[in-house]
Nanobody
């Protein structure tokens, strides 16, 4: 019964910042790895960032490393990705996903996740 809902997307100018939230229901959230992915029109879905549960270790794609920061607040059942210095090429639909397996280390591979949100649009344009 785990459900994930993304929020916080919108229109932002290049160089601006935006924070996305992924909130989910169901039990066991604090045990699961969470990933953020994105898909631009005409392109394949790609991994952006992920965070593990047990040690809260993180992974970032090279294209966003140093600009994006992922974090989790288990008390609020929410995972965030703070996006700074946004570029037009960051424009995409952003999805959060969970691997429903106890304390699995996260990966930037969509095949490793088995629960997905509906996505939220991020548009970076002047």
């Amino acid at each position: 019964q785990l459900q994930l809902v993304e929020s916080g997307g919108g229109l932002v100018e290049p160089g601006g910042s935006l924070t996305l939230s992924c909130t989910f229901s169901g039990s066991g959230m604090d045990y699961y790895a969470i990933g953020w992915f994105r898909q631009a029109p005409g392109k394949e879905r790609e991994g952006v960032a992920c965070i593990s549960a047990k040690d809260e270790s993180t992974l970032y794609d090279d294209s966003v490393k140093g600009r994006f920061s992922i974090s989790r607040d288990n008390a609020k059942s929410t995972v965030y990705v703070q996006m700074n210095s946004l570029k037009p090429e960051d424009t995409a639909v952003y999805y959060c996903a969970a691997r429903v397996q106890l304390f699995r280390q996260c990966k930037l591979d969509e095949a490793d996740y088995n629960r997905w949100g509906q996505g939220t649009q991020v548009t970076v344009s002047s």
